[in-house]
């Protein structure tokens, strides 16, 4: 079992920048994928972004490609989102979550521990 925390959000400007992290406690961290999804208010949770095991694979939707960049410290059980250029859109509850799973990790049903989520608030 996992456990997981994340940090780092808050009300930031837009065209300013965020980096979240995600710890983790429990056994075998370093053997689960690692997802970063967000809920805006009315919506539905979605995917941004996930980091593989051993870091070989990251993904990102396309409303954060090229913005938003994913990493992990196993050492640290930690993993980051380092979010540049934020649009007010942008704005949205950012969860992390995790998976043992290999396949259809772009969807929130298939992880299975989740954390409490970080509020980022991006304004105009």
């Known amino acids: 079992q996992v456990q997981l925390v994340e940090s780092g959000g808050g009300l930031v400007q837009a065209g300013g920048s965020v980096r979240l992290s995600c710890a983790a406690s429990g056994r075998a961290f370093s053997s689960y994928t690692v997802g970063w999804f967000r809920q805006a208010p009315g919506k539905g949770r979605e995917f941004v972004s996930y980091?593989?095991?051993?870091?070989?694979?990251?993904n990102y939707a396309d409303s954060v490609k090229g913005r938003f960049t994913i990493s992990r410290d196993n050492t640290k059980s930690t993993v980051y989102l380092q979010m540049n250029d934020l649009k007010p859109e942008d704005t949205a509850v950012y969860y992390c979550a995790a998976t043992l799973r290999r396949v259809l990790r772009l969807a929130p049903e298939n992880y299975d521990y989740w954390g409490q989520g970080t509020q980022v608030t991006v304004s105009s």
């Open positions: 980091v593989t095991t051993d870091r070989s694979n990251t």
